[in-house]
């Protein structure tokens, strides 16, 4: 049974940093790009970052976060991460992990609740 489970969320200030987890199982982590996505009510989710499969050689970032968020993989652990670096109000948002480079190949998780304010 597939299963993704996001971690790491919470209330921080601009400017500071998070460093959010998913845990995969059920599938073979290692063959599969991953990516992080992010949501608000009211709108579609958005595609944060994403990383190729195995070594992880290849990533892609939203415009809107590149040079501040880092995604990363630890295939032993079946997890990727994603560092998040000066974080502003409208990084706000729940945000889930997917199997697949760009792509959502698997059921969704709970997600993970950033909230960015002072």
């Known amino acids: 049974q597939v299963q993704l489970v996001e971690s790491g969320g919470g209330l921080v200030q601009p400017g500071g940093s998070l460093r959010l987890s998913c845990a995969a199982s059920g599938f073979t982590f290692s063959s599969y790009g991953m990516s992080w996505y992010r949501q608000n009510p009211g709108k579609e989710r958005e595609l944060v970052a994403a990383i190729s499969n195995a070594g992880g050689g290849s990533t892609r970032y939203a415009d809107s976060v590149k040079g501040r968020f880092t995604i990363s993989r630890d295939n032993a652990k079946n997890t990727v991460y994603l560092q998040m670096n000066s974080l502003k109000p409208e990084d706000t948002a729940v945000y889930y992990c997917?199997?697949?480079?760009?792509?959502?190949?698997?059921?969704w998780g709970q997600g993970t609740q950033v909230t960015v304010s002072s």
């Open positions: 997917n199997a697949g480079y760009g792509l959502a190949l698997v059921s």
